[in-house]
């Protein structure tokens, strides 16, 4: 079975950091972009971050710029969301997803075109809170 396991989640106090990391079961990272999404309570979801599939050449929602760093390990097929600076608003369900195709190889999927992504993780929780 092909799919996405998203790990790294938990509580945080604000100002926090957490490590979220996105490996693939059933087939290799390699040849895909990745993308993190996230979705609050009571909201729709939301695209934070995406990275090419080999040059690293990434875009990011304005509202995590400069707080989240997005990865990919090749070699390791995996990704990673690196997340500083938490806030109570980046509490959410965090997903990782992952899209095929040549492409992406040099520059990253739009994070606003969630139907260019081929598999899904089942979604990690991330809470930030006092």
């Known amino acids: 079975q092909l799919q996405l396991v998203e790990s790294g989640g938990g509580l945080v106090q604000p100002g926090g950091s957490l490590r979220l990391s996105c490996a693939a079961s059933g087939f290799t990272l390699t040849h895909y972009a990745i993308a993190w999404f996230r979705q609050a309570p009571g909201k729709e979801r939301e695209g934070i971050s995406s990275?090419?599939?080999?040059?690293?050449?990434?875009t990011y929602a304005h509202s995590v710029k400069g707080r989240f760093t997005i990865s990919k390990n090749n070699q390791r097929s995996t990704a990673h969301l690196q997340m500083n600076g938490l806030k109570p608003e980046d509490t959410a369900v965090y997903y990782c997803?992952?899209?095929?195709?040549?492409?992406?190889?040099?520059?990253?999927?739009?994070?606003?075109?969630?139907?260019?992504?081929?598999?899904w993780g089942q979604g990690t929780q991330v809470t930030v809170s006092s």
């Open positions: 990275i090419s599939a080999f040059s690293g050449s990434t």
């Open positions: 997803a992952a899209a095929y195709g040549s492409d992406w190889y040099s520059r990253p999927p739009s994070i606003t075109e969630e139907y260019r992504y081929d598999y």
